[in-house]
């Protein structure tokens, strides 16, 4: 059975710093894809990044480039988003998902992890 872990949410000050991981167990997305999405209070959940498994191409949404990064271990078991610059807008929960190719459709994810919270304080 497949299942999705993330985990190193937590508080931070804005212009701060954190790193997401989310763990794959059985399975490994050599072949597949890991989407990062996050969900504000109040507001639709949103996509962050995504990275292919088979070529490590990745996508980020306009909100993030150039502070998030996507990567992955070469196992391909564990995905991870290192969040820099934070902003207070970036407060959310963060979910990872498992998909064939990179989308920004959550309908194209089978599997998701149970999130973990971000806090960015002003």
């Known amino acids: 059975e497949v299942h999705l872990v993330e985990s190193g949410g937590g508080l931070v000050q804005a212009g701060g710093s954190l790193k997401l991981s989310c763990v794959i167990s059985?399975?490994?997305?050599?072949?597949?894809?890991i989407g990062w999405f996050r969900q504000a209070p109040g507001k639709e959940r949103e996509g962050v990044s995504c990275i292919n498994g088979h070529d490590n191409s990745a996508y980020y949404a306009d909100s993030v480039k150039g502070r998030f990064t996507i990567s992955s271990n070469n196992a391909k078991t564990t995905a991870y988003l290192q969040m820099n610059s934070m902003e207070s807008e970036d407060t959310a929960v963060y979910y990872c998902?498992?998909?064939?190719?990179?989308?920004?459709?959550?309908?194209?994810?089978?599997?998701w992890g149970q999130g973990t919270q971000v806090t960015v304080s002003s």
């Open positions: 998902g498992l998909t064939y190719v990179c989308s920004w459709f959550e309908s194209s994810y089978t599997y």
């Open positions: 059985g399975f490994t997305f050599d072949d597949h894809a």
